[in-house]
Structures are given as structure tokens and as C-alpha cells.
């Protein structure tokens, strides 16, 4: 499948094909437009803005303690396949894992609703190759902030996987599927949810919570917040902290948005060097998606984990930290 798009659908078959990647993201690819400047495609993003309207539940639902601890539970558990897995595995390879075990975390990051493997890692390959130019789908330098936050997420132009880009992966048809059929998993975990709330009222009933109260806080809060906190490192990431290397883009450390993503906050780090599954070069920049994968490691389950070497972190490229 290419990653350029040359045929141009008519109105009915541009409508058509944006319904039916609601089900199937791969759907009429060869006929996806490219002419013109990225916009919203809002007909594509229904299902995404019904997820973030779905938070208003809690109008109705109210709240209880094991709905927070759950969503809260979800939120860092799956933070932590973006960050260890659909960022630093599918994206820089940066350890090696069995393919079962890369299946399951392939898995854990698809119910993130952040679509899948290949289209996530695909697209991050390219950042990196195009930081903060002409060419960076979410540079806020270029597009400000909402688009790089948000906006660029509802492209039509930026919805197909740049399967090019991630040959690597590609050849595995598991990960075809879930990439694909993206909303799968995402539905399944809605489902779980609204069943474990269903259990935790006729066995617990004391804790004071229901199947819909746990499907809206434990799934849909729970996910709307990760996306967000995710998408902090695209826009961020690249206005607010300092830099202690030059990358030649706007990356950014910040010890907040570290905190939020397990690790991420310290991007200046990452985009000076990428190859690194460490992000937070010094024992004082808490990067726990590697205390995370160092365990792993331990367990076996994981190796090959890659340091950043001392030559490069107290490198030349070295400067003063800039506080913005």
C-alpha cells in the first residue's frame, strides 16, 4: 500500500469512506486526498468527539472512590504502553522483545483509542525526521497550538499510516489487524469496564459503584485524559521548559510533563538522542516507563535495553539550560 494518494473520490464516496473508517481505518486509503491544506475532517472524528462527549456522564453518574482509583489504574497502566511501547519499542526500537510479548502490549496501547501501532509509530518516525519544519505534522511552531495538540489527530491528510515508515513492523499481520480495525479493542475495554462495574455492584455492593458509573470514569475519563496528557509532549513539549542540547527543534524538557507521562516530559533528552529507551538522562529526571521496562527486563520479558552512553549525554552539543 502506498503512502502517496493520487485518486480523488467524489463527494458520495468521500462521505462513504469516512463512515466506514468508524469500523475499518484502512478502508478506501488509495482514494484518501492529499491536495490542499490539512483540515478537520469532522465527519471522520465523530466517534472521537463522542468519546470526550461520553465524559459528561459523570453529570449523571456521579462519582466513587473505586471508579477514580480505577480510571486512575487505567489511565497509568495503558500511559505506560504508549510511552514504553507504541513510543519507545514500535517507534525507536530501543530494546527487544519476544513477539508475544510485543503482541500484548501492541494490544494494552490499542485500547489508548490513539489508533494503532503502525499508523502511531509510523507517524512519530516521521516527527523526528521532520522536527518543527514545513514537514512536522504537529509543530506548533508551524500550526499553533490546538493543531499540534489536537488538530493534526483529525486530519484527513494525517489519518493513514505512513506504512513505509515502519516496514519493520509491518510484516506482522497481527499487528495489521489491530491497526486496521483500531476501534476494536477500545470497544472491548468499554465493555470490560461496564462489566466490572456490573460485578463490583451485586458482589460489592458497598462500594458504591455500577456499571455505568465505571464505564464513564474508568473508560471514558480515564482515556480522554491519557489521549491528552499523550498529546502534552507534541505541543508542550515544544513551547514550555528548558534545553540542554542543541536539537535543532523547540524540544523541550519539563519535569511536569514527565511526571504525567511516565517519563516523556524529558523530550529536549529524547530528540537529542532517540536511541536511548532511558529518557531521563540523570538519576534525577524520574522517567518511571524505564523503572517499568528495567523490571521487565529483570522478569525476562524484555533485553537489550539501550542506555544513553555518558560520552553522549555530557557530549559538546552540551549548552546552557534555557528556562522559558
Known sequence: ??????????????????????????AGLENMKVQGPPKVDWLRSIPFIGVHGM???????????????????????RMFAITGWYHRYFSHRTFKT??????????LGSSCAQRGPLWWASHHRHHHIASDTSDDVHSPRLGGFLWSHIGWFTSQTHFAPRLKAIADFVKYPELRFLDRFDGLVPTIAGFGMFGLGRLLEAYAPTLGTNGLQMLIWGFFVSTVVLLHGTCTINSLSHVYGSQRYATGDDSRNNFFLALITMGEGWHNNHHYYPASTR????????????YCLKLMERLGLVWDIRDVPEYVRDGKSKQQSIAV
Open 1 to 26: 500500500m502506498s503512502d502517496v494518494r493520487t485518486l480523488h473520490p467524489t463527494k458520495a464516496q468521500d462521505f462513504w469512506f469516512s463512515v466506514l473508517r468508524w469500523f475499518d481505518s484502512w
Open 55 to 77: 465524559c459528561l456522564g459523570i453529570i449523571w453518574v456521579g462519582w466513587s472512590w473505586p471508579a477514580i482509583a480505577v480510571a486512575t489504574a487505567f489511565y497509568f497502566v
Open 98 to 107: 519476544s513477539r508475544a510479548v510485543q503482541f500484548a502490549f501492541a494490544v
Open 279 to 290: 529518557q531521563g538522562f540523570y538519576w534525577w529526571e524520574i522517567d518511571v516507563t524505564y
